[in-house]
């Protein structure tokens, strides 16, 4: 595996819960000497604030890719946003990625935000890419909202990559029509992941687009077993629970599973005695019963087992057809040896 391979490697730099922000710092600083490609930035409305984030590891970082995947296109006005994405793609030098999508909705409603529809993602590109060549957009009333006037700065000639988070079909053509890189969800089956990466394809294609032009990148839950047992389990059979609780209807039917299954799982005591969210609340004796009601073939999505397993399933990933695999759910330190298998499998390839 060539060093450019090892770049189509990505993480997202604090994952799940964390108390404190500078961690990022010395996983960027791991990942840039593993050679991996992006870091990825998510957000939550705690201490990780994308453009905070996104302005400390710019700064401390040369060679790798910044994305955020993602930040929504409704919590900040479109200017503000639009000039978040021109100073960090001078801050970086061109290594940044304006990643949005539409965010958990029982949060977007708490904030008192309407969701964010298909048309509006759609839009949302289209005005950004108008406001970084410098237009001035006048009297806008369109899909965003109404807005007098939205500008920059008539000089700017910037060509900024925009990535999108997607699940459904609809989105998923959304983004082969108007974006440059595509992050797919956690947990989808080798069909899904064939069928979404076409879909995206197809519809660039349709609209114009090289479709070989737009990136799609797998999310691809990464757990080596050389981590201690409670934290395997919160990152695999903790993780996929949290996503049922969450998005259960619009995992299962992506993925063409059977609902009557989900159905078990929610009906289930341990699921309907949970206090929050299984991969924040959850020990070892819970994750041990959300095992009995999760299918096994659903945990399946993910590597798991040894370092040298872990890589080929990651390799596998691209026979799929991506262009990048994300290792989820893991950090720079937890992902050395499969890194490592990785590389060390393309040597004697």
């Known amino acids: 595996m060539t060093e450019a391979r090892v770049g189509r490697l990505g993480f997202y730099t604090l994952g799940g819960h964390v108390e404190s922000p500078r961690t990022m710092l010395d996983e960027l600083a791991e990942a840039e000497a593993m050679g991996l490609g992006q870091a990825f930035i998510s957000e939550r409305l705690n201490v990780k604030e994308a453009c905070a984030l996104s302005g400390a590891a710019g700064a401390v970082t040369s060679t790798i890719g910044i994305t955020t995947a993602a930040t929504n296109i409704n919590t900040r006005h ?24 539409r965010g ?12 964010t529809t298909t048309v509006q993602l759609e839009e949302f590109a289209r005005i950004m890419r108008r406001l970084w060549q410098g237009e001035k957009i006048q009297g806008y009333d369109g899909p965003l909202g109404k807005f007098p006037t939205l500008s920059l ?15 459904g079909d609809k989105t998923l053509a959304m983004a082969g029509r108007a974006y440059d890189m595509v992050v797919l969800h956690t947990f989808f089956s080798d069909e899904t992941v064939v069928r979404s990466v076409q879909t995206v394809r197809d519809a660039a294609e349709q609209a114009g687009r090289d479709p070989n032009s737009v990136q799609v990148w797998s999310c691809y ?22 996503y049922l609780q969450v998005d259960g209807d619009l995992l299962v039917s992506t993925n063409r599973w059977d609902p009557a299954r989900l159905e078990v799982f ?61 290792l989820h759910g893991a950090t720079p330190s937890e992902l050395q040896s499969t890194v490592t298998a990785f590389q060390n499998a393309a040597v004697s390839a």
Do not use: Y
Not at 86 to 100: A, N
Not at 107 to 112: E, P, S
Not at 154 to 163: M, Q, V
């Open 153 to 167: 700065d008539p000089t700017f000639d910037e060509h900024i990559p925009l990535a999108t988070t997607a699940f």
């Open 104 to 115: 958990l909705r029982p949060q977007i409603g708490a904030m008192g935000l309407a969701q």
């Open 266 to 326: 929610r009906q289930s005591d341990v699921v309907r005695n949970l206090p929050g969210w299984a991969d924040a609340v959850g020990d070892t004796e819970t994750f041990a019963e959300l095992a009995k009601v999760v299918p096994t073939e659903w945990l399946d999505c993910a590597a798991t087992g040894s370092a040298e397993r872990c890589a080929d399933l990651v390799r596998h990933q691209f026979d799929l057809g991506v262009d990048g695999v994300i």
């Open 221 to 242: 839950a990464t757990v080596c077993d050389e981590i201690d047992e409670q934290t395997v389990l919160k990152k695999t059979v903790g993780r996929i629970a949290t």
């Open 78 to 101: 479109p200017a503000i946003t639009a000039a978040f994405g021109s100073t960090m793609h001078r801050l970086t030098g061109g290594r940044f990625t304006l990643g949005v999508g």
